[in-house]
């Protein structure tokens, strides 16, 4: 009988590390996730009850509580799609030519400069929202749409320049130089060669610039108003000096998070970077 060599154990001890790593992982994550959508389908009086119960007859009341009467949802989702989507789809449009430039500009200081324009998304949102606020106020974008997608970008657009510039980076120069050759301009370059070759980089740029937005609170307590409050603002008029009411928030928190849940499984394809290496060959 062959005994396994150490390296064999090792190597099995490790994926058994690992699967324990990922299995615990996905408890801590999915298991509240959980506890709040089968709490948002539950009684009222069962939400609170000192004993949890996992057996009980599944109820909307919670969330047609939500699209009723004054407590109408609606507006706040609809104020989260547009200013969201609009911040994520600007910060696309803005970040690719910018991540473009940075990548394959050949000045001393470019390291500085990627890391600078890094380190504005790494800035405590408490530092930019008095300026912003004085600013929108004197510009009358206070309680606006724009106001909000301006808020967003403030944080959005150098993550997409930064992120999109590693995308650049891993297409061959090569390639953009054969179109040169052949009597492209730059912006045709850029356009009809380097853009669909990052595909799954403009996917996964948008989509986390996406959740950003859609989660952000404190952008949206400072600027926002009876015109413009989304979500997480609605999210927060459940809590009271008179009580929570544990129901609703739960079902709000749901509606919050499934559509982003969705939004990641269905481009989780895309979530790969290096598609583009080794398109050359020998590069």
Request: charged share 10%.
């Amino acid at each position: 009988m062959t005994r396994a060599a150490p390296i064999d154990r090792g190597s099995r001890r490790s994926r058994i590390a690992a699967t324990v790593v990922v299995a615990v992982g996905l408890v801590w994550t999915l298991v509240p996730l959980a506890w709040m959508a089968l709490s948002s389908v539950k009684p009222s009086e069962q939400v609170t009850a000192a004993t949890p119960d996992l057996l009980f007859t599944p109820t909307l009341g919670n969330y047609r509580e939500l699209f009723s009467g004054a407590n109408d949802l609606t507006p706040y989702i609809w104020h989260s799609v547009l200013a969201a989507g609009a911040a994520a789809v600007l910060a696309v449009v803005l970040g690719a030519p910018a991540g473009y430039g940075l990548a394959r500009a050949r000045t001393r200081g470019k390291r500085h400069l990627s890391f600078w324009i890094i380190s504005t998304r790494m800035a405590p949102i408490a530092a930019v929202v008095l300026p912003l606020f004085l600013i929108y106020r004197s510009l009358g974008l206070l309680d606006s749409i724009p106001g909000l997608v301006l808020a967003y970008l403030t944080f959005s657009l150098p993550f997409a320049i930064w992120l999109m510039s590693a995308f650049f980076a891993q297409v061959p120069p090569s390639l953009e130089e054969s179109a040169l050759v052949a009597g492209c301009s730059r912006w045709q370059a850029f356009w009809y060669v380097a853009l669909p070759l990052t595909k799954p980089g403009l996917v996964t740029t948008f989509v986390l610039c996406l959740v950003f937005s859609w989660n952000d609170y404190a952008f949206a307590l400072v600027f926002s108003g009876p015109d413009s409050q989304t979500l997480p603002i609605a999210a927060s008029q459940l809590v009271t000096q008179t009580g929570i009411d544990w129901g609703q928030l739960t079902a709000i928190g749901t509606i919050v998070v499934v559509p982003m849940m969705l939004v990641g499984i269905a481009v989780r394809r895309w979530l790969v970077t290096g598609l583009t290496l080794g398109a050359v060959t020998g590069e």
